[in-house]
């Protein structure tokens, strides 16, 4: 089976350009600059052309996860794999692989509608990376661009597209308890970082996204972003703590879209023969004090969502 090996970029809808560029350069360390037209940024952190792809058109959410195979010979068997599984897969344009600095690229929907792709041909930019601010950069390498968290329908329908057709393996089942009754969480990994994404079980959300974790090399790298956030008035969602099953340290921050930032350092690393786990609890072994509250605040906003009718993704 063939399987994605890292998630290498990602596309979302700002509104506020200033606000972006001033929170990617002035906190997250990022570089930030135009794209190929007025209404296009790029948001870059290592080798690579770029990370994030931000088009100004007010949607505030993601608006695509893309994922790396090695080459064309694993792309068509990627686009086999999910055209068995009875997913509709579209090879990307040229001017969409020249957009995303790539060689060729497919493009389907996931069973919750979040607009995948997957690529081969490194968007590798030659000039260095140069940190907005002091400090050590970022721990990438082949562990993609970092892990993100999104929300999900059904638990089960995703683990069989993930794992089955993508050909990521599970990590560990989490328990997230929330009013009305206990949630799990399933994270999933497809090289040594403990997870590239994780889903939250949900009904249909406004937004796709929970967050989008960048690893950091050194710890005061974290602790001085954090004093940033402190200096700023950024909003800091989740206080400084350590994750029982990833071992992140981290804390989370508002974006200018109003979804989150995690930022981490020394996070698990995992071996060639993990085994899946199952944590009872999603408390962190210490700090982290308002998860709780964010998983009170996603269901409440569960009873506020416009359930949208399913999307077609076969």
């Known amino acids: 089976m063939q399987s994605v090996s890292e998630l290498g970029y990602m596309g979302i809808g700002i509104s506020d350009v200033d606000a972006w560029r001033d ?3 002035g906190l997250m360390g990022f570089e930030f600059f135009q794209g190929d037209d007025k209404n296009t940024y790029y948001m870059r952190w290592d080798q690579f052309h770029h990370r994030i ?3 100004v058109n007010g949607s505030d959410d993601l608006e695509y996860l893309g994922w790396e195979v090695p080459d064309r010979k694993a792309l068509e068997a990627i686009a086999q794999q999910l055209e068995d599984g ?3 897969v579209t090879w990307g344009t040229k001017d969409e692989a020249d957009d995303r600095r790539v060689f060729e690229l497919i493009k389907f929907t996931d069973p919750s509608g979040i607009p995948e792709e997957v690529f081969f041909g490194r968007p590798i930019n030659q000039q260095a990376f140069y940190p907005s601010r002091p400090i050590s950069g970022f721990k990438t390498g082949n562990m993609g661009m970092g892990h993100t968290v999104v929300y999900q329908r059904n638990l089960e329908e995703a683990r069989h597209f993930y794992q089955d057709l993508l050909g990521l393996k599970i990590t560990d089942y989490s ?6 009754g206990s949630r799990q969480m399933l994270f999933m990994h497809c090289n040594p970082r403990h997870h590239s994404i994780a889903f939250f079980e949900t009904p249909p959300l406004p937004k796709k996204v929970n967050h989008l974790m960048v690893e950091l090399n050194s710890l005061d790298d974290v602790g001085t972003a954090r004093d940033i956030c402190l200096a700023d008035e950024i909003p800091i969602t989740v206080e400084l703590g350590r994750h029982h099953n990833d071992r992140m340290f981290s804390f989370y921050l508002a974006n200018p879209s109003s979804w989150w930032f995690e930022y981490g350092w020394d996070g698990r690393q995992l071996g060639p023969d993990h085994k899946p786990e199952r944590f009872e609890t999603a408390k962190s072994i210490w700090g982290h004090p308002q998860l709780g509250s964010a998983a009170s605040m996603a269901a409440r906003n569960e009873r506020m969502a416009p359930v949208p009718p399913n999307p077609q993704h076969g």
């Open 53 to 55: 792809k931000a088009t």
């Open 175 to 180: 328990t997230i308890p929330m009013p009305g």
């Open 86 to 88: 009875g997913v509709k």
């Open 23 to 25: 929170t990617a350069t």
